[in-house]
């Protein structure tokens, strides 16, 4: 059959434009993504072999390898993994399934400079394409494990791939790369130099399970094939001693398991003996992905049994609302062939989430005091998530109210704590006072506002859709009640005020009894009463709900969601 040309869907296009033309400066990332693809595709070779026992692979001897070859200038990264048939070629690396991928591109012609942009293709992350930033041509072999046929996919990048089937291929990928004329003022390295490559993989990927494996320096000359040698330890950074441990490894392990580039905000590590022992590595992100709030968003903590990889998305093991949480949790005593529906279930598991839920709580708690800067970025990039978590985690509340914050009438930038908005409460003050709505500025210039700026009394402003349902069902913190300064009636006098305004109120409900009436009839199909108010100081009415009713703002977004 002869080989089909095929069209790069038009991001994948702009994508691949901007390797050819690359911005990146550090370029030595390529074979990390081939290296962490291979690895992925050798994970789930062993995966479905687990599951499926009819299916003919050959598991014996799964590995990695890397073949330079000086004089063609081409460098080969090859697994003997699960492989992919025709149709995933054309689907997997043709197009760009990222839901996020339109919203990149479109921030990255906005982007203002070259540092700009570098950040940007640092936060995304390209996969398989960053190949073209050292190749002007990629060529693709593979055959999905179980299958006859072979597949070629070959691309220059400018537009068009051909994709031909093959017979002799063996099982799993070989991407080969014809590497760029080197360019030293371009810091394009020689891509070809063992000494070079095995630093890169060190560096990069030293954790990787499966043995990475290239051609030993040749000691004598004229001898046949040089013996190949393993370039990683392959040692599980979790199972190691805390302080043989550098941050820079933690990092790579974060982006070979996040797909992110940019270093984690936060690393966790957590250890338990005894009967379940277990070992969890968890980190923060420093930014949120692009579909953290999409149906179907997953989960990122990958549940390993003794070393070996099992799932990925490991849903029992953290809850949604820390589904931007990403890590390994490596379990000493469960089956290798545990499947969902037994994790949901496990006891121990339960207790391990349990444990692992706290744990990053605490972390965030920690980084309040300990590095301000990043709590500020964390809750910017994942405050919104996490207070989900006060609609669905009973248990952690409390912790979770602790290390939430928001925009207060005492600040006018920063945001501020629940435990300081109470350290500055006033003498006689015993209600925590909030507002709900749309923007500061809409709420600033509420009626609702002007009886707690004449007083002087803090009120939070809550503007994520998320605050105006838990609200609804967190009644305290620290004892003192939460209070929408919207509802129902607010105190905020003393009792000989109380007295002295109810006497005037009096006096004046009778000086006003015929208008009152008059508005109540004009207007008494869409409002329960019309009453004197002591609480306004400048606008001459205002809507109040009663205490359990929806504020406006409930109301519209129920309305929207079609209720
Ligand atoms: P990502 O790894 O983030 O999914 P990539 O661009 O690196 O994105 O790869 C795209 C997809 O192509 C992978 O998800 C995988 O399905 C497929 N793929 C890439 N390399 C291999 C490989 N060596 N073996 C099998 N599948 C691969
Ligand atoms: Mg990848």
Redesign the pocket.
Known sequence: MPAETFEFQVEARQLLQMMIHSIYSNKDVFLR??I???S??LD?LRLETLRDDTLQADTSDLHISIEADKEKRTLTVR?N????SHD?VVQ??GTIANSGTAKFLRELKEAKDAAASEELIGQF?????ASFMVADEVT?V?RRAGEGQGTRWNSDGEGTYTVESVDDAPQ??S?TLRLKPEDTEDQLFDYTSPWKLREIVKRYSDFITWPIRMAAAAPGEDDAEPAAETVNSMKALWARSKDSVTAEEYSELYKHIS?DWTDPLETIRMQAEGTFEYQALLFLPSHAPQDLFMQGHKRGVQLYVKRVFIMDDCEALMPTYLRFVKGVVDAQDLSLNVSREILQQDRQIEMMRRRLVKKVLSTVKEMMSASPENYRTFWKEFGRVLKEGLLQDFENRDALLEVSSFASTQDEEGLTTLRSYVDRMKEGQDQIYFMTGESRAAMESSPHMEAFRAKGLEVLLLTDPVDEVWVQSVPEFDGKQLQSIAKGEVDLDSDEEKEKAEAEREQRQQEYAGLLAWMTEQLGDSLKEVRLSSRLTVSPACIVSDTHDVTPALENMYRAMGE
């Open positions: 993504e081939l962490s693809n291979a992925d595709a789930k697994d993994g699960i492989g992919m995933e997997l690396i992350g390209v996969g398989f394409y693709l593979t799993g990928t991407v797909h």
